[in-house]
């Protein structure tokens, strides 16, 4: 997912009256990790309409999704103080060593078939090379 234009909103509604920037700033974080989870919940359901009924989409990660990731969306959609993405890396940081592992298995092939093909033009071009001097005139 690439995101863009991330801190436009930001930009647009800067507030210079207010003084205390970091319960702003803290608010604001607890309004992002809420919408990654609504963001998450939409996904893993399929539909836009998922957080109108939370409870039916919770049902429905649990029967076709592991714990964890309704671990993570319960957790981010929790209204309690406090949450930090600190506290949900944990939650799904050995996912992740899985995915860069396999990230790096494809990687490896990618660049043995690259060089296989790479070997398979020089070779290529060194017979073409041959025939050309083989078939030239005397």
Do not use: W
């Not at 981010?76 to 993405?85: N, T």
């Not at 990230?103 to 043995?112: G, H």
């Amino acid at each position: 997912i690439r995101l863009s234009s991330v801190g436009i909103l930001d930009v647009l509604t800067y507030e210079q009256g207010h003084t205390d920037q970091a319960s702003l700033m803290a608010q604001y974080q607890q309004e992002d990790l809420s919408a990654l989870g609504r963001l998450i919940l939409c996904l893993a359901c399929n539909s836009l309409m998922a957080v109108q009924n939370l409870q039916g989409a919770m049902e429905v990660l649990q029967t076709h999704y592991t714990g964890d990731l309704k671990n993570i969306v319960a957790y981010l959609l929790s209204s309690q103080m406090g949450r930090s993405i600190n506290n949900v890396m944990p939650m799904i940081g050995a996912r992740f060593f899985s995915q860069i592992d396999a990230l790096n298995s494809q990687l490896d092939l990618a660049e043995v078939e690259l060089m296989k093909e790479l070997q398979n033009g020089r070779l290529f071009r060194l017979l073409c090379k041959l025939g050309v001097v083989n078939e030239r005139p005397e």
